[in-house]
C-alpha cells in the first residue's frame, strides 16, 4: 500500500494529518477545564507504512486551529475535536485508499504551552489483504492575530547573524492565498504565507544564509516559478524553479581561473535496450588528454527523478567542485559517467542501458580502470535509489554505493521487498538531509533493516532538505568518500 506519490512535489497527501484528521462528530464528552489551541499549528508527521509495503514518509504542514469552547477545528481539512484539559481528542474514522480502506482509531494530540505532540494507530484492509501501522505528530502552536500570521517560531521570518534579507514577490491580484516555497522550506507548499498588498502584488520578507536558492509560488494551489526572474532551471516535471543567489555562492561551485580544468563531453549511443538514441554525459579529469598512459576509475553519478544527464553539471556544479578540489588536492583524479535516467528510477530496461550499454561504451573509449576496485555508484533522489539498486544488484561491477538522499520505496525492488535477508559484499555510505520530508524516513527504514541484517554500511546525517544546497553542501565529503576508496585499489 503506497500512502502517497513521493513525486508529485506539491500535491496534496493521499491522507491526511492522520494524528489531527477527524470526522465531524465526536463522542467525548464536553469539559470546562479546556487549554488555549486556537491559532497555527506547525506540525511535522512520520508514518510508518513499512507493513504496507512502504519505506515511511515524513510531511510538515501548516494549519489553522479554531476554538470555540472547548470544540476545536481545523480549516484546512474540517476536522473536528474536543480540548479536554491539554489534550485534544479526535474520535475514529475512516477512508477509501489504494483499492481498500483505512481506518484511523481514536487518537490524542497533547498541547504542552506552544508544543504538540500526538499519535495514532491505522489499518489498512482491502477485505484479503490487511496492514497497520503509526502515525506519529510533533509541532508547535502559535497564536494567531487574524492577520497573515508572520510565525514567530520560523526564523527565516527574523533577522540573524550571517543572513540576507530578500522581499520576495510576485504580481496575483486575483489570487486567494499565495505561499513561497522552495528550498527555504524543503519545497512544502504552505509554510511560508505571502501577504497581499494593496496593488495586487504578494510580499514575503525573508531572511535566507548566503549562497543560491531555488523557489516557487504557490498560487491557490497552482505551483508558478517567478517570471520576473530571469534565472532558472529545469524543475524535472517539464517546468522550472526560480534561482536567487545572495551573496557569495560556495566558492567551490564556481569554475576557478588559474587552475587546470577538466572537460565534459556529451555523448550519443543508440540503444537497444530503450529502442531510440541516449544521451549520457562524462566528465574527464584535468590531464587526461596530456597523459595518453594513464587509466582512470570511474564513478557514475546519477541524477533525480523526471531530470536528465545534465543535471549534475547544470545544478550539482560537479565540474567545478571536481576542478576545484583535484587542484587543492582534496581529491584524486577519476572519471564521472552521468547517464540519462528519465523517470526510471534506473529499473528494468534502464537498469539493461548503464550495465550493458553505458559502461561498454566507456570501457572501450576511455581510459578506465576496470574492477569493482575501480568502479563505484553515487546519485541523488530517485539517483540513490538507483545507486543502491544497481550496487546490491550487480556487487561484482561497483565496489561502492554512495546514496544522497535516496527515495528507498522497495516496491521499486520486489526481489529485495518479499526478502528479510539483505547481504552486501560492495561499500556503503548513506548521506541524508534531518530535514529532508521526502527522503529521511526511508532512510532511517533501511537503515535499521541492514543494521538487522548486519549488513556494513556508513550513514551521516546533518540538517538539510531534499533540496540541491544541501546536496552541493556535501559534495566536499562524498567526493571525499569516493576519492579514498579508490586509492585503496
Not at 504542514?61 to 484546512?76: F, K, P, R
Amino acid at each position: 500500500m503506497k500512502i502517497r506519490n513521493m513525486f508529485s512535489r506539491g500535491s496534496a497527501a493521499a491522507a491526511l494529518l492522520l494524528s489531527l484528521a477527524a470526522c465531524s462528530s465526536n463522542t467525548e464528552q464536553a469539559s470546562d477545564n479546556c487549554e488555549q489551541a486556537a491559532g497555527i499549528w506547525t506540525v511535522q508527521q512520520v508514518i510508518d507504512d513499512t507493513q504496507c509495503g512502504g519505506m515511511g514518509i515524513m510531511e510538515k504542514h501548516s494549519y489553522t486551529v479554531s476554538q470555540v469552547s472547548c470544540q476545536i477545528s481545523i480549516a484546512e481539512n474540517g476536522a473536528v475535536g474536543q480540548m479536554i484539559g491539554s489534550e485534544v481528542h479526535w474520535p475514529a474514522y475512516s477512508y477509501p485508499i489504494n483499492g481498500g480502506t483505512t481506518y484511523i482509531a481514536k487518537s490524542i494530540t497533547r498541547v504542552d504551552d506552544d508544543k504538540l505532540t500526538g499519535q495514532s494507530h491505522w489499518t489498512w484492509s482491502n477485505g484479503t489483504q490487511e496492514c497497520s501501522g503509526t502515525s506519529e505528530m510533533n509541532g508547535y502552536m502559535n497564536q494567531a492575530d487574524g492577520q497573515n500570521t508572520a510565525d514567530k517560531n520560523n526564523p527565516l521570518l527574523s533577522p540573524a547573524e550571517g543572513t540576507f534579507e530578500h522581499i520576495f514577490s510576485v504580481n496575483a491580484p486575483n489570487a486567494k492565498q499565495v505561499y513561497l516555497a522552495g528550498e527555504m522550506t524543503d519545497w512544502q507548499p504552505n509554510i511560508l504565507k505571502m501577504k497581499k498588498g494593496p496593488d495586487g502584488v504578494w510580499f514575503l520578507p525573508v531572511y535566507l544564509e548566503q549562497g543560491a536558492w531555488q523557489y516557487k509560488f504557490v498560487i491557490d494551489g497552482q505551483w508558478i516559478y517567478d517570471k520576473a526572474n530571469p534565472v532558472t532551471t529545469d524543475d524535472g516535471f517539464e517546468g522550472y524553479n526560480s534561482i536567487i543567489i545572495l551573496g557569495e555562492e560556495d566558492a567551490d561551485s564556481k569554475a576557478t581561473a588559474n587552475i587546470p580544468h577538466g572537460t565534459v563531453e556529451k555523448v550519443n549511443i543508440q540503444s537497444k535496450a530503450l529502442g531510440t538514441n541516449s544521451p549520457f554525459m562524462v566528465y574527464l579529469p584535468p590531464g587526461y588528454s596530456q597523459n595518453s598512459e594513464k587509466n582512470y576509475p570511474v564513478l557514475f553519478l546519477l541524477h533525480g527523478y523526471g531530470n536528465n544527464e545534465g543535471q549534475w553539471t547544470r545544478d550539482g556544479k560537479i565540474h567545478n567542485f571536481m576542478d576545484n578540489y583535484l587542484a587543492q588536492g582534496w581529491i584524486q583524479p577519476f572519471i564521472l559517467v552521468m547517464p540519462f535516467g528519465d523517470t526510471s528510477m534506473y529499473v528494468g530496461d534502464y537498469e539493461t542501458h548503464i550495465l550493458k550499454e553505458v559502461k561498454a561504451y566507456v570501457d572501450s573509449s576511455y581510459r578506465v580502470k576496470t574492477g569493482k576496485a575501480s568502479t563505484a555508484v553515487s546519485g541523488m533522489s530517485m539517483g540513490g535509489f538507483g545507486a543502491f539498486y544497481l550496487a546490491h544488484r550487480h556487487q561484482d561491477v561497483f565496489g561502492l554505493s554512495v546514496p544522497l538522499s535516496g527515495y528507498f520505496d522497495m516496491s521499486l525492488y520486489p526481489e529485495l521487498g518479499k526478502s528479510e535477508k539483505i547481504t552486501m559484499d560492495s561499500e556503503l555510505h548513506f548521506y541524508c538531509g534531518e530535514d529532508d520530508t521526502i527522503s529521511f524516513a526511508s532512510n532511517e527504514a533501511l537503515v535499521k533493516r541492514l543494521q538487522k541484517n548486519h549488513v556494513n554500511f556508513t550513514y551521516q546525517t546533518t540538517a538539510g532538505g531534499h533540496t540541491w544546497r544541501y546536496w552541493n553542501g556535501i559534495s566536499k565529503d562524498f567526493l571525499k568518500v569516493v576519492s579514498d576508496y579508490f586509492d585503496k585499489s
